[in-house]
């Protein structure tokens, strides 16, 4: 039971938000109006107006079918309906068959170029979100298979450009994950050569943080997740509020600045935010406007 808890503390360290937001990669690139196409369409995807990204993924695939990034954002479209939304088994099941996609093509790109940080990210990211659905819906062989698999390339990244973005926001989840196991535990992670500090995490996701790609909002979602995790609500708000307002149409980044507003005691702003997600137009998430609906009811 403790390896397996152990186990299940590197696959949530590891994957919350992390691979869903690979960044796009400088290769396989023949064509700027591609990669401005993939640009919108990802722009789209972190807006949250899933019905424009998907239309733009399911055109990139049939011009550059090679090209995993469509497929992963596209497969990101349902993982995120599931776990933002009401984790339906169609929303599980599309995202399960999604990935497989996803996965196959980033192996090939891999293969080709074994030191490509995207699609190792990728990878990882995609297995352990596998993971985590697979879990939820109680198919715990392929939880735990895809959970030690996105495992391996998450050490595989630590093992490339330690100064590529995308590595650092592998190298500072790594951190962040080990250091975080319990006292009573770190025998299981000095058994396999493991030993990092979670201050030292946070320090370098910050990094990550501060880039001018998209790899930003990766590292920004992840931070607010951490540093809520750890009670350090304050600086998750920093966090929620920079990508809230750098995507003012994202329902999930505003409704949880709103929940943030309001563990930080800023009530009226907080009522001010959930008034605003009850009220956005928009076609992702219902499900947030009536829970805004009920805190507002509740404050």
């Known amino acids: 039971m403790t390896v397996i808890r152990l186990t299940w503390l590197f696959i949530l360290c590891s994957i919350i938000s992390n691979s869903l937001f690979a960044a796009p990669t400088e290769i ?51 993982f995120w309906k599931y776990y933002f939304g009401d984790q339906s088994s169609k929303a599980a099941e599309t995202f399960l068959d999604q990935s497989k996609q996803a996965i196959k093509i980033s192996k090939q790109q891999l293969s080709e170029n074994s030191s490509d940080t995207t699609m ?17 819906e109680k198919n715990y062989k392929e939880a735990l298979q895809s959970g030690m698999t996105g495992f391996k390339y998450t050490r595989q990244l630590l093992a490339l450009d330690a100064d590529d973005p995308k590595a650092l926001i592998g190298k500072g989840m790594f951190y962040y994950m080990v250091g975080s196991v319990p006292n009573g535990l770190k025998w299981a992670t000095n058994m396999i050569g493991m030993s990092a500090d979670m201050q030292e995490g946070f320090e370098v ?22 540093y809520e995790r750890e009670q350090k609500n304050e600086k998750a ?41 009850a009220t956005m137009d928009t076609n992702t998430l219902d499900i947030l406007k009536q829970k805004s609906k009920n805190r507002l009811h509740k404050l």
Do not use: C
């Not at 190792?120 to 939820?136: F, W």
């Not at 509020?241 to 702003?269: C, H, M, V, W």
């Open 28 to 78: 396989h690139a023949d064509s700027s109006s591609y990669e401005q196409k993939l640009e919108d369409g990802i722009d789209a995807f972190y807006r949250a107006d899933w019905i424009e990204a998907k239309a733009v993924f399911k055109e990139l695939q049939q011009k550059k079918p090679g090209d995993s990034r469509a497929y992963f954002f596209e497969s990101m479209i349902p």
């Open 120 to 136: 190792v990210l990728m990878l990882s990211g995609l297995y352990g979100y596998r993971s985590l659905v697979a879990a939820a």
């Open 205 to 226: 996701l910050e990094q990550a943080a501060r880039s001018d790609s998209y790899v930003r909002n990766d590292a920004q979602m992840i931070l607010a997740y951490l």
């Open 237 to 277: 708000l920093k966090h929620l509020e920079a990508l809230s307002e750098r995507y003012p149409g994202n329902i999930i980044f505003q409704y949880n600045r709103a929940r943030l507003l309001e563990k930080t005691n800023k009530l009226d702003r907080a009522r001010e935010n959930y008034q605003m997600v």
